[in-house]
């Protein structure tokens, strides 16, 4: 059974957040052999596909979304088998709206703020890409809906199986609580390294807290509200404020 648990979880890491890590690894080996300085280069994100026809990049937009969310339809799926009730044992519902909230909202603040400093530092001694969070091109009135929608895909896809899916089947196998917990940190980490090490260290700081919240309160919601928060601070701030600033 342990070795089927394990087994599981590489498999439905392989097609998310696993082969978004061993990218990320082959990028900033990528980044680290260029000519110019790590700090010079520009990680973008959320960029537009077809920025001729808004119309087919919408498209795109809400397909690369729909799609992104497949692995957490499959986690649960797997989960399911063993627990009818999920996903409502990882706390992935709205059983509890209100605590759930207050808790995100805090939670972001917790995280955001100081993320945004080691985000500037590490830029500043050259450890870090710019980050450029928001690409979509034009001004339209769909732009911000879909940085919303990308933000709270992020938020689910990353919640639901980093923390809701592999804490189950990590300690199903029988790993002890912060092998499970620095695991699924180190692997956050790991498929954020294409912005650079600030982003590295600051999701394995991101992802520790995280683990050690679930552990407490066994909800993945606030989890979820936090990140949706944070990549919509992010995305929809950077495409706000950027023309204005010089330091982003």
């Known amino acids: 059974m342990r070795r089927r648990h394990l087994t599981e979880t590489w498999l439905v890491l392989g097609v998310s957040l696993g082969s978004s890590a061993i990218y990320a690894l082959l990028r900033i080996v990528d980044r680290l052999t260029r000519p110019e300085a790590l700090s010079r280069q520009t990680a973008a994100m959320n960029t537009s596909v077809t920025p001729d026809r808004p119309w087919l990049d919408v498209a795109y937009q809400l397909a690369g979304i729909a799609l992104a969310l497949v692995p957490v339809l499959l986690a649960v799926h797997l989960l399911r088998r063993d627990d009818p009730d ?23 603040a917790v995280v955001g703020i100081p993320g945004l400093g080691l985000y500037l530092v590490a830029k500043a001694v050259g450890l870090n890409t710019t ?71 600051g999701n394995i700081v991101m992802g520790l807290l995280f683990g050690w919240l679930y552990t407490r309160t066994r909800r993945v919601m606030p989890l979820v509200v936090a990140h949706t928060v944070l990549d919509v601070v992010a995305f929809v701030g950077y495409s706000l404020v950027k023309p204005h600033v010089s330091w982003l």
């Open 131 to 201: 980050v450029a969070a928001a690409n979509l091109v034009g001004a339209a009135w769909f732009t911000v809906p879909l940085l919303v929608l990308a933000a709270a895909q992020n938020a689910v896809l990353e919640e639901t199986i980093m923390v809701g899916y592999l804490f189950r089947r990590w300690s199903e196998a029988g790993w002890g609580q912060w092998r499970v917990i620095v695991t699924s940190a180190v692997i956050r980490g790991t498929y954020h390294l294409y912005q650079g090490f600030g982003g590295f260290v």
């Open 86 to 108: 999920e996903p409502h044992t990882m706390g992935f519902d709205l059983r509890r709206p209100g605590p759930d909230l207050l808790r995100g909202l805090a939670l972001a």
